[in-house]
Structure formats: C-alpha cells, structure tokens
C-alpha cells in the first residue's frame, strides 16, 4: 500500500501541470453548474446537493481525521449530515470491531451538529426519521449570531477532535465572520472546509440573483482569513486530486 500511496500522490502532483485535463474540468464545472447538476443527488435518502466528487473528498477528510465532532453551517434537505453521521457510525463500527466490542447506536459516541437560519419542518421531520438521527443534532438561527454561537461552543467543549464545514451564506462578509468564529474550533491536523469558493472563478451571471459572486464570496473570505491565521494552510492536494469540485482553495487544514 506504501508504494500505491506514493503513485497516488504522484499523480496528483502532476495534475496542475496537465492543461488539457484541468481546462476540460473547468469547462465541466462552468456547464454543470449552470444545469444545477449537484441537485441530483442523495446520500442513503437525503437530497445532499453537493458534487460526488466533494462527497468523496468529505469521506476521504472524516476517515483520516477521525473527528469525535462535525460542525456543520448549512443544513438544506440534511444530506450533508447524513454522510457526516454515516461515516461517524463507520468509525465507531471499525474501532468496536477492533477491540471487540458491540456499538450501541441508541449512545453514539461522535456527534454531528448543524446549524442553519431556516431548517424547514419536513426538513427537520425527515432528519430526524432517519436511520442516523441519534447521532445528529440540529440548531435553528443564523450561524453567527452570539447565542448561536454560545450553544455551538458549548457542544463543542464536550469534543476533543472536531471537523468544521461551512455552508451557509456564501458572501464575503458571512463566511469571514463564520471562518473567525468557527475556523478556531478545529482542532491540529483537522480541516475547516469551505464550501462555494468556486464562485470566484466563474461568470456573474452564474450566481443568478443571489447576493454573492466574483469578488464578494468564500473563497475573498478565505483568502482575507489566511493573512492573519498562519495555522491554517490550503490542501492544495485535496483539489488536484478531485478538479471537480465547489471548494477550490477551501480544503484549509490546521496544521498549528
């Protein structure tokens, strides 16, 4: 597996060097977003909204980060949330497994809390049917407002190993507030994902009617966040690997 690891990450490496193969993907993503191409799909039921691409990059990140908690700002149909309690379920599974012991899933050990401004009530009435609810916790209100960010703050003291993904309100001003609040709950050797930064790289018309677009969006904020957070470092890895994706310079793992 050492050497298939090391002809994996050599190929990544090459991928930015590959015109042909990025400019194709860049073509992709411009003509598979104006289709809502990331509408299409669920995870075990839930609408996700996401690329399978990020939803691999996501398995890939919570498998080697192994966290006790995911932070989620943007909850939509909950699909989201259901892969992150799904993985968590995964984890507990492998580790019970190896020390021989039995889950109890009515008592998980690992946790994920979403937050979003309006979690609609068949929304929230589905989420909280499915198979992976115990291990989902939602809260209602904007993911920057002081109590908001009390109640997370305090679910959060209860984890050692935290993951953060933010999703939500995609303008500059939004996401830098979030990144400042939440980005300091990730824990060394985990990773804040910031999701829509592709919004950067495509045409205005592209964003519709929506209040964000190039120059006032996840990727400026994350850019504006970085100049004074050298603990946070972009995985420029996660991107090659995937070209597909919502997240370009959004992969930013604690690395102090």
């Known amino acids: 597996m050492s050497d298939f690891t090391k002809e994996v990450e050599a190929r990544v490496a090459a991928v930015p060097g590959n015109k042909e193969l990025t400019d194709s993907a860049a073509q992709f993503m411009r003509t598979s977003i104006a289709s809502q191409y990331s509408y299409n799909y669920f995870w075990l039921g ?3 909204i996401q690329y399978p691409q990020d939803m691999v990059a996501m398995q890939e990140l919570i498998w080697t980060v192994k966290p006790d908690l995911i932070i989620e700002t943007g909850i939509a149909h909950g699909g989201s949330l259901i892969l992150s309690a799904s993985m968590l379920a995964l984890l507990e599974l492998s580790e019970a497994a190896e020390k021989g012991e039995v889950v109890d899933p ?3 050990k690992r946790k ?4 979003d401004i309006d979690i609609r009530p068949h929304n929230k009435d589905a989420i909280e049917a499915h198979p992976m609810a115990s291990r989902i916790e939602m809260i209602q209100g904007s993911s920057i407002a002081p109590e908001i960010m009390d109640q997370v703050r305090k679910v959060a003291a209860g984890y050692s190993r935290i993951l953060i993904s933010l999703d939500s309100n995609h303008t500059h001003e939004h996401v830098l507030e979030e990144l400042k609040l939440y980005a300091p709950l990730t824990s060394v050797g985990s990773y804040c994902v910031v999701f829509d930064t592709v919004v950067e790289d495509l045409p205005k018309e592209l964003a519709g009617d929506r209040p964000w677009g190039p120059g ?8 504006e966040y970085l100049k004074t957070h050298p603990e946070f470092e972009i995985d420029k890895s996660v991107e090659n690997k995937l070209l597909i ?3 370009p310079d959004g992969f930013l793992k604690r690395v102090r």
């Open 216 to 223: 006032d969006n996840p990727k400026t904020a994350v850019f």
């Open 46 to 48: 839930r609408p996700i």
């Open 112 to 115: 994920v809390l979403g937050i």
């Open 245 to 247: 994706t919502v997240a």
């Open 106 to 108: 009515a008592k998980p």
